[in-house]
């Protein structure tokens, strides 16, 4: 099974208000992806973190890698409606180099 | 630039029935994937080449899943015989290059999907 736990599942959030998920992995990783997929869409990459305690950002959207590169957070700041989607994390093992992703946190703007 | 490309975009078997799918990656990628996803999950990787060795096919449920990418460049996924539980999407995906390299061009695109539905 999946190694990478991912929360929370799903996220209700008001438009403007913040949105967070986060990903824990049980084994250090070499490095740690994001990506959004929108309804009845693919995944999109959004950024790759690979240093320790890195921060990355792009507009509204702050991406983090923990110290021991075992979790990772992204964080939205004022959601809009075209956020709304699925945020995965896909890790690579340090062990065997094999991408783990995570079950995904899905973006749901209330109306 | 081409995106990947994927066929058939859908396709509606019965139970024990075979299936092919093909993918089509961004030129000069080196690295392609395969994944299921299941209705509400993330992505799960079947088979992972790189060129046309296989890197990483450890979820492959081999009894019924095969895949070949014989020349390096396009890819066909086989299911022989398909079950209820094969019902997801498809996706292919090709990166420039892949495995551990830490650098940007581990950057995953993916194709359209094609949807499965076995009855």
């Known amino acids: 099974g999946q190694q990478v736990m991912q929360i929370p599942q799903y996220q209700h959030v008001q438009e403007g208000e913040d949105f967070t998920t986060y990903c824990n992995s049980s084994?250090?990783?070499?490095?740690i992806q994001w990506y959004k997929q929108r309804p009845g869409g693919h995944p999109v990459f959004l950024i790759q973190?690979?240093?320790s305690g890195e921060v990355k950002k792009q507009k509204r959207l702050t991406f983090q890698f923990g110290e021991a590169k075992k979790n990772s957070s992204l964080h939205i700041t004022a959601t809009q409606t075209t956020d709304v989607g699925t945020y995965f994390c896909?890790?690579?093992?340090?062990?065997?180099?094999?991408?783990?992703w995570g079950a995904g946190t899905k973006l749901i703007i209330k109306p | 630039e081409a995106g990947v490309a994927q066929s058939p975009r859908y396709k509606i078997i019965e139970k024990r029935q075979s299936v092919a799918f093909w993918c089509n990656p961004i030129?000069?990628?080196?690295?392609l994937y395969w994944y299921q996803q299941i209705l509400g999950q993330g992505p799960k990787l079947l088979i992972q080449?790189?060129?046309?060795?296989?890197?990483?096919d450890s979820q492959l449920p081999k009894d019924r899943f095969s895949a070949e990418r014989l020349k390096g460049v396009d890819s066909t996924l086989k299911i022989q015989p398909a079950k209820l539980e094969d019902s997801a999407v498809y996706l292919c995906?090709?990166?420039?290059?892949?495995?551990?390299?830490?650098?940007?061009?581990?950057?995953?695109?993916f194709g359209p999907g094609t949807r499965l539905t076995v009855l």
């Open positions: 896909a890790g690579l093992r340090s062990s065997n180099y094999q991408l783990i």
């Open positions: 084994t250090t990783l070499s490095n």
């Open positions: 080449f790189q060129n046309n060795g296989v890197v990483d």
């Open positions: 973190l690979v240093k």
């Open positions: 995906a090709s990166s420039l290059v892949g495995g551990g390299l830490a650098g940007d061009d581990n950057e995953q695109f």
């Open positions: 030129s000069g990628h080196a690295t």
